[in-house]
């Protein structure tokens, strides 16, 4: 099946910084969307964005199918950004989401 | 309000012991997911449906189960054959979309989840 793998696994930043994720996947997806988890489990959809480039206020997404990968633009981070954020994918064959392991990203005041 | 509520938040169960975790969606969105997630390993597919009485393994479908009865309704057991069930189960529902002929599913909405402990 499709590898997603996300880096860093893990990121620490002083608020206010900013910060880029990256997902890489081993196949053609049709399908690729952003996660943030809260501490408390909670998994909120960032964004669904299987091609090109969005942005949700201080959040922006890119994805380049044809070079399988899609990055996750975190700018003036604050401490409510801390959780995980995951990357979870869909090939042509199928249409549940494949995630990736995450990052967790702890911002501090 | 329109969501996906799961129940129980938290469960204990007994070695040996089947147990039923409900998840239930007021979006009206045609397919429905469970995940699991273990600490440290991301989200893993257990089974998904994308249409009533219909539904499909995930990578990790051993020892669950499942049933689409309805289209608001997607109840995951947890068997006594899942040799380690601790974890974190996740419910999420989409819409399934048409594109060029493909099917892919929309945004994902996820519950709450259930926090499952086998003592």
């Known amino acids: 099946g499709i590898q997603v793998e996300q880096s860093p696994p893990d990121l620490i930043l002083q608020e206010g910084a900013n910060s880029t994720l990256r997902c890489n996947f081993s196949d053609s997806v049709n399908n690729l969307q952003w996660f943030h988890q809260n501490p408390w489990g909670q998994l909120i959809n960032l964004f669904y964005i299987p091609s090109g480039t969005k942005q949700n206020g201080r959040l922006s997404a890119t994805t380049v199918a044809t070079e399988r990968y899609s990055l996750l633009y975190i700018s003036s981070s604050q401490t409510t950004d801390s959780g995980v954020y995951f990357c979870?994918?869909?090939?042509?064959?199928?249409?549940?989401?494949?995630f990736g392991k995450g990052t967790t990203l702890s911002v501090s005041s | 309000d329109g969501g996906i509520t799961q129940s129980p938040k938290y469960l204990f169960r007994k070695e040996g012991q089947n147990v039923t975790l409900s998840c239930e969606q007021n979006l009206n969105h045609d397919a429905m997911y469970w995940y699991r997630q273990d600490p440290g390993q991301g989200l893993r597919l257990i089974y998904y449906?994308?249409?009533?009485?219909?539904?499909q393994k995930g990578d990790i479908a051993e020892g669950y189960s499942v049933s689409r009865e309805k289209k608001e309704s997607f109840p995951l057991t947890v068997t006594s054959a899942q040799k380690n069930p601790t974890a974190f189960y996740l419910c999420?529902?989409?819409?399934?979309?048409?594109?060029?002929?493909?099917?892919?599913?929309?945004?994902?909405?996820f519950g709450e989840g259930s926090r499952l402990t086998v003592l």
């Open positions: 999420a529902s989409s819409i399934d979309l048409t594109s060029g002929g493909q099917l892919r599913s929309g945004e994902l909405f």
């Open positions: 979870a994918v869909a090939t042509q064959a199928g249409t549940a989401l494949i």
């Open positions: 449906s994308q249409i009533v009485n219909d539904f």
